[in-house]
């Protein structure tokens, strides 16, 4: 029998031993600094609750996107891994054993992914598994980890503390009313958990579901939502009620980075005909960029900071949209400009002091080309971390790399998780945290950089600069 | 004198010692592996024949267009270099001899290319070669190379015994009669050599010679070709006769990734206009996008694996295309998209589990961006390996760093080699393994995956990938 | 107290211990190599008058957009740094200690970018500074530099001979009337200064300022311009005039690649069109389009190296335009097309013995996919250094990384800097060696080079390949 799974204190470091040595040291500086996880998408209920995590496949496999979709692309459906059909007497697997032991052969699948990182500091740092996962082991892993998570200690707010969590944004909608955050404000946790403002549904004129994203916004905010100016009012209210619950920051997933502004009578128009009768795509994507901009405008007032990542296309495949609803594995990444689609933004505001956007990308080909150089001048602007697929020991190399010689490193945000799976969320900042130390130790050992710097920036990086990214305006 | 031109054990794994060590042992489990060989342009008349290879220029110099262009980029013209113009009057160099030493007087300009690590493969490893090209070399080079090309050992077959070749599939036209294939098969070679259907000159309508092409199907087919339905049925009943002679695979090479099907009556108009009179390039791209959607029906009907590979500007100088033809050396890459372009194909075939897609690209901007995730999620999809300019040390070695992460080794093909120079087979795979050991160890070394995982996965790039990739279906 | 500053000798180069030392054998063979600097933007008068370089402030701050830009990124205007607006009465910080404090106070920022590599150098290397800036240091450092560049030792002409300057070439405007060159001529200076052409204020109808630059060309030259004919005419007239200066090349900056030609009738309407009243872009960009073609037909002619580098989007913040005119540091790159865009030129040109054209971008992904497959084959063609936001460690080595297997070494065009700071040039120059050199000292390590050949290629890249992509035709 090979000795037990252990995770190295050395992984994901640097292999050259004169790189590794300084790595060491630069990420001995940060391995026990808080976590400031800004851009997450935990369940606030599940925290207020202090809900249990459930058994293995509910923790570990079926709510995770990146986990399923690896298994699907080998054959399984998505219904073999426990997701559920919306539609109600479609079959799907219920054994979760048997979820746990499909998941436990095809370990191999996920051989130098993210995931498999992830997972296997899960199951030995934080659930003390001591086997790695295969046919022969599943069953009693399963079993171990069934007996753990049953345990209080491994409730979420236990955990929230062993992981040394500072601050956790969840990610809301913008009817939402917020009361766990308030009841978790009450308690004490208020500066702990903190909502974000994701208004993506009432942008989307021509997308199903927006005219009951209205209606909610509407019941929701003390506004009749009967038109343009009354929908700009009650966002408005909605963003002033998120700043007033503990929020920091607004997120925006578009299509493209398309900013441009509309006459307020064509947004009217539009608003009008979508309120009654269908919008066509481009007329919807229009009015979309015009409401980045409205938020942009809104952010130099309210102080929310702006969150961006366009370029997904959303549920590739229609079977499974249609079978299982959205986000399920088949978003695939398109070619995103910055460039010219930015420019109406950050003309009007780009220059402003009250004004703060994070930009996020899963298109590489902007990080040299146009991220950096727009972080590297506007003072509005910073780099968010890489993201969803680039969230990954290599793919994080490569945005130091690529970015860091135009924009230095104090143009962007610090390392952002953007975490579904909670107890993903120390392997994802430990795994930030030893790339960073990794590149920078590059640099000490190229001699483009000291030890000294090299330490303080993997600080400012790990904690300094999200603190810094997401705080609230001092004059606010 | 220096001591004799040798090929180092360890050339092209990492440099630095410890990765290098892991590398070692990697590439040692995988180095007498037998070659899978499923994407080659080898001339099955040549092997059926077992052809000699002619002279040294013969073999190196005039058919391998890396070699051309390199040449005439600094100044050579394709004829200097014994490539024959199409015009039967028109000058070109017959001294097989100067266009040898045309070339080992500029040995220095590949260095750091894969025409360099290949050539140098071949001439130290196949022939025994033990001085380096050059102005001074060049005439003794020839003589030995002249006098070890006429033994017998050094004919085709002997060679694909000795370079191990488990299968090679050669790319043939939609008409050929295959029956060389069958002579082959008759001699016992019939799983050692085997065609790829290659349909592309039926499929652009607006291109010169597709009527040509037409005729030839309709004659080659059982079936006569007057209208587009009849085509589909010609086309089918080819493939079909590809399978019959052993054949696993189609081939795509298109412009784009377009997979829009047309509506029956709309394939129909342009096929009759075609038939008489010209087709503009718009409707001619429409018609062949419409004919990857057709040829992917097709092949969960017959099993065929699809090999699709987008984004070549053809021939790009005119004065070259019109002098010499095609394959001269002047195809340039332009960008490619896949999400968009292949959601009709994979909407209607993605999920069958009869269909099997192998993409490859040119354009290494859609690694993590389009094809890590489509290949990463969607069952019928592996990647296939970097090809033509990207099938290069570094190359590869991008290609694993930029697709693993999001896809894994178990949605690629393994290697897969696109050569047209038989000889430099075994240096292609070769150094296929060294790279994909490199990464490896790097991964070992980083603690990412232990040695016996690398092992493990190294074996399956090399031999177990290829060969299931292109399987025959097993209920077909 | 720590020890002094210092430049360590191997910075920049590799760290892996085996490779370092393979990078310090190739460096040492380039080191001492004269300095060919063929893209530059220095002012010929201040050559001419050998200039002081004025105060600490006006020598690396004022005028280096890369530093400003990375101050003005984290909330400095450009007139706190002591750039002056255009407007005669706005103000500007004229206190240019305060500006140089201002600079050392934010030392950090430009960690881990060339602007930091490159003022190391400086002050370490040119000025003899043994402290790092900060706030502490920033008055201690200022006043040792104002006495330092008060020396006559540190004037611009002793500097040249310091640097090992062999040839260094200006950018001068198409009515430059070349006074400064031919009085540098008289000195015997007139192989060691040379003018460049860069007409691209002629080029681009539909920009404020072209009906003045036409006005100035027309007054410069012998002929009257009056019409599309006239206006080629002067402009051939002004090439023979900086081929008589001593010119070696052109410079041509335009927004995409395109190359189309028109019409002559087509040409002369919008030419007409444009003296008199407003064209659209659209129309000014197919000018100019028209214009790099002719300018390609005029090379084969004068002989002059046609350099072009599209892709950068100017100017981008409409209020710094506006406040300071261009060059502030917020121009952005975009996407960028080679491949179709050139087929007219190359078609008519590429193959022609008398013209050279050497490529820029500040897009990389056109690096493996277009640039090196054209560089590659076309012989006139070869690929310039990487440039801007480019020109930098990291980004130089994946310029090497990235055409190296497709172009090779021999169709680059070696380093050419981009510089418009004068004492930064040995530092540029400095870092392209080592950082080709370690390039080349991983393919040593690798195993897929010669140390000999590494060291030839390396002198190459540094001193003949630029001389030998810019120099004089033969027969010309």
């Given at each position: 029998m090979a000795q037990p799974w252990a995770l190295h204190p050395d992984r994901a470091l640097p292999?050259?031993?004169?790189q590794r040595a300084i790595?060491?040291?630069v990420y001995a500086a940060t391995a026990d600094l808080p976590v400031?996880?800004?851009?997450?998408?935990?369940?606030v209920g599940a925290i207020r609750r202090n809900d249990p995590f459930g058994d293995p496949a509910e923790l570990f496999i079926i709510p995770d996107h990146y986990l399923v979709r690896m298994l699907v692309s080998q054959g399984y459906r998505n219904s073999d891994l426990g997701v559920r059909p919306l539609e109600p007497n479609a079959p799907f697997e219920a054994d979760h054993r048997l979820i746990w032991r499909r998941f436990a052969e095809n370990w191999k699948l996920f051989r130098g992914t993210p995931t498999r990182y992830w997972i296997e500091h899960e199951l030995v740092e934080i659930f003390g598994v001591t086997e790695e996962p295969s046919a022969e082991t599943a069953d009693a892993i399963y079993d171990q980890l069934t007996a753990t998570l049953a345990k209080p200690q491994f409730r979420i707010r236990e955990l929230f503390d062993r992981f040394n969590i500072e601050v956790l944004s969840t990610t809301d909608a913008p009817d939402a009313d917020l009361a766990d955050h308030r009841a978790l404000a009450a308690e004490g946790w208020g500066d702990r958990v903190i909502p974000t403002f994701r208004p993506d549904a009432l942008f989307y004129p021509h997308r199903s579901g927006w005219r009951g994203a209205i209606a909610a916004l509407s019941a929701r905010s003390s506004v009749d939502v009967t038109d343009y100016r009354s929908f700009l009012e009650a966002v408005q209210e909605r963003r002033f009620a998120f700043v007033a619950a503990g929020g920091l920051a607004t997120d925006h997933g578009h299509r493209t980075a398309?900013?441009?502004?509309?006459?307020?009578?064509?947004a009217e128009r539009i608003f009008?005909?979508?309120l009654t009768r269908p919008v066509d795509a481009a007329t919807g994507e229009a009015f979309a960029g015009n409401m980045l901009f409205e938020s942009a405008r809104m952010s130099t007032e309210d102080g929310l900071v702006m969150q961006l990542h366009p370029g997904v296309g959303r549920d590739h495949a229609d079977a499974v949209f249609q079978a299982y609803g959205p986000?399920?594995?088949?978003?695939?990444?398109?070619?995103?400009?910055?460039t010219r689609s930015l420019a109406p933004l950050l003309n009007a505001f780009g220059l402003d002091p009250r004004f703060r956007l994070i930009l996020f990308t899963i298109d590489e080909t902007v990080y040299s080309r146009e991220l950096a150089p727009i972080a590297g001048v506007y003072p509005s602007v910073k780099l968010g971390a890489p993201w969803w697929f680039l969230d990954s020991a290599d793919g994080m190399a490569r945005f130091r790399e690529l970015t860091t010689e135009t924009a230095g490193f104090y143009n962007t945000s610090g390392f952002v998780d953007d975490t579904r799976a909670f107890a993903s969320i120390p392997a994802r900042h430990d795994l930030a945290r030893r790339v960073d130390a990794g590149y920078l130790a590059k640099l000490v050992a190229e001699h483009r950089l000291t030890i000294d710097e090299a330490t303080e920036t993997a600080v400012d990086l790990a904690y300094n600069l999200p603190k810094a990214s997401y705080a609230r305006r001092p004059q606010q």
């Open positions: 292999a050259e031993p004169g790595a060491r040291e400031i996880s800004m851009h997450g998408h935990i369940d398309n900013t441009t502004p509309l006459d307020a009578a064509d009008q005909q979508a986000d399920n594995g088949f978003d695939i990444p398109e070619a995103v400009e910055f």
